[in-house]
């Protein structure tokens, strides 16, 4: 049996944070599926291909982890993907309350397990809009993304 897991999220764009948890979840499981929510209702620097495009070239030495798009349900996407556990980074007490209700809600309603990992403190204040907005005001955010994360990004938001 293959032991699969889902990681889920927007990744507009990819940063450190969820590098390391995407990182330290490969090391678990025999395979990580990287998932990117399409949201057209939220606005994005980034159109899901590229941000896919961006997961796949900084996730491939793992050698263990796929990135693919979903939408609509989460828990719909783990189970047409035979994934039963979802895993989450937790930063700070301010994403738990979130995380908990809707990690019990999935579980209600499907019986999908999420399991949380701990963020590495040196990015435990780091988001991927955070980083937006930093980086859109020009600050320096090496460091925080990989440097191919940061090429784009700044390419981006110089228009
Ligand atoms: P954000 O815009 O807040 O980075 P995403 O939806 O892209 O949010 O993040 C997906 C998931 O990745 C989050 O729910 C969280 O579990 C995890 N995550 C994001 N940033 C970090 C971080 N710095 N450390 C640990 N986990 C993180």
Redesign the pocket.
Known sequence: MVRRVV??????PV?N??L??IGRTSRLYDEVVVAV?INIEKKSLFTVEERIDMLQAVTKEYGNVRVEKFHGLLVDFAKQQGIPTIV????AVS?FDY?LQMAQLNYRMSGVETLFMS??PE??F????RLKEIARYGGDVSGLVPDLVLRLLVERLRG
Do not use: A, M, Q
């Open positions: 990681c889920p999220g927007s990744f507009d940063t944070g969820h390391d948890i929510l989450k980074g937790l930063r994403d995380e963020t590495n990015y435990s780091l988001s991927s809009s």
